[in-house]
C-alpha cells in the first residue's frame, strides 16, 4: 500500500490550496481516508475525514467552513481544498487510510503518506 500527497507549497494568507493524494496497492472503496497536519513543535493533529459514503465527512473545528474533503473512489484518491488559509494553518499535511469509518484518532490508521508540506504567509 502506498499513498503519496501533493499540491503543497507557499502561499499568502487568504490564498486556497488543493491537496492530493493518490493509494495504490489496493482498493479503497471500503476505506475511510483522511487528512492530519503537523505544526513545528506541536502534535500532530486531525484535519478531515470521509468515508466510504460522501454524507461521511468530518472536519476539525477549526478547518470548518474552510476546508473540503472529497474522494474520486475510481482514482482511489482523496483531496483537501483549503481555503481561507491562515498562518496557523502552515504544517506538513499527511493522507491516511483506514478501514470503514472515519476516525480523529491518527492511531486508529492504518497507512500513511511522506506527508506534503503547507505554508501561510501572514
Known amino acids: 500500500v502506498q499513498l503519496v500527497e501533493s499540491g503543497g507549497g507557499l502561499v499568502q494568507a487568504g490564498g486556497s490550496l488543493r491537496l492530493s493524494c493518490a493509494a495504490s496497492?489496493?482498493?479503497?472503496?471500503?476505506?475511510?481516508m483522511g487528512w492530519f497536519r503537523q505544526a513545528p513543535g506541536k502534535e500532530r493533529e486531525f484535519v478531515a475525514a470521509?468515508?466510504?459514503?460522501?454524507?461521511?465527512?468530518d472536519y476539525a473545528d477549526s478547518v470548518k467552513g474552510r476546508f473540503i474533503i472529497s474522494r474520486d473512489y475510481a482514482k482511489n484518491t482523496v483531496y483537501l481544498q483549503m481555503n481561507s488559509l491562515k498562518p496557523e494553518d502552515t504544517a506538513v499535511y499527511y493522507c491516511?487510510?483506514?478501514?470503514?469509518?472515519?476516525?480523529?484518532?491518527?492511531?486508529?490508521?492504518?497507512?500513511w503518506g511522506q506527508g506534503t508540506q503547507v505554508t501561510v504567509s501572514s
Open positions: 491516511a487510510v483506514r478501514p470503514w469509518r472515519t476516525s480523529s484518532f491518527d492511531h486508529e490508521y492504518d497507512y
Open positions: 470521509m468515508g466510504r459514503s460522501s454524507t461521511n465527512r
Open positions: 496497492g489496493r482498493t479503497f472503496s471500503d476505506y475511510a
